[in-house]
């Protein structure tokens, strides 16, 4: 028995059928996009918090990483890409190690910020019973500091959700591969069904990484009102 078939507006009926059209292609295309993401944030979290913690030993060398990194913000995305091919190739690589140069500055202010930011008195007590400044930094301030790193990383995830789409110029596949040939092909369904599924993804790896940064404020004792589900985490963890 066949399921019956959803009635369509009439000006949805071509989006519709676009996305029944190219449903594996999207699929294919959405994981693909996840895949470079994810990689990025994964490469680049180490780094950002490494340089983060240790730019905190040194005032004059925090000034100049976290101006490097602001003007790594600052290069074109093609551009940057066109300064790794030579390097890396063409496809994905290239485009990963962009993300992860682009993702450096909130990652690394954050940490930065967060690290120095720590009240003094909880400094203090840590001294008096003796910690060394590695032990503080392992087990205060980095505890401390987790929920506005993770602000950082949130604010990377969805710059660079975006970012990647243009990597598909340079055959790094993804989502970005339907808006370029929808603009060649002047396909407005593909164009606007791709750019919706950007921004749906966009949305969630932020929603997911806002629930992270709810957790560990919570875990500090910070009062915050929490989303449905870091309400649901909070309940399985006790």
């Known amino acids: 028995m066949t399921s019956p078939t959803p009635v369509v507006p009439g000006y949805l009926a071509s989006y519709w059928e676009f996305i029944l059209e190219n449903l594996s292609q999207l699929i294919v295309a959405t994981l693909e996009h996840i895949e470079i993401i994810t990689i990025s944030i994964a490469l680049a979290v180490p780094i950002g918090v490494g340089l983060g913690i240790l730019i905190t030993f040194d005032e004059r060398l925090a000034t100049v990483v976290i101006w490097l990194a602001g003007v790594m913000m ?52 840590g001294r008096a019973m ?66 919706i599924i950007l921004s749906v993804l966009a949305l969630a790896f932020d929603y997911a990484f806002k629930v992270s940064e709810q957790v560990f404020r919570l875990k500090n004792g910070e009062q915050i009102e929490p989303s449905r589900l870091t309400r649901l985490i909070q309940r399985v963890r006790a």
């Open 130 to 195: 003796g910690m060394t400044r590695v032990q503080l930094l392992r087990q205060v301030q980095i505890p401390k500091a987790l929920p506005v790193i993770m602000a950082g990383v949130r604010n990377s995830v969805v710059i660079l959700i975006g970012i990647a789409a243009i990597g598909a110029f340079i055959g790094a596949g993804g989502l970005g591969t339907f808006i370029f040939d929808g603009i060649a092909r002047a396909n407005v369904p593909m164009i606007v069904v791709a750019t």
């Open 74 to 125: 600052t290069i074109p995305s093609i551009a940057m890409f066109g300064l790794l091919i030579p390097f890396v190739g063409i496809g994905a690589e290239p485009v990963i190690v962009a993300l992860v140069l682009y993702s450096q500055l909130p990652v690394i202010r954050n940490t930065y910020v967060g690290l120095t930011d720590i009240d003094p008195a909880a400094l203090e007590a």
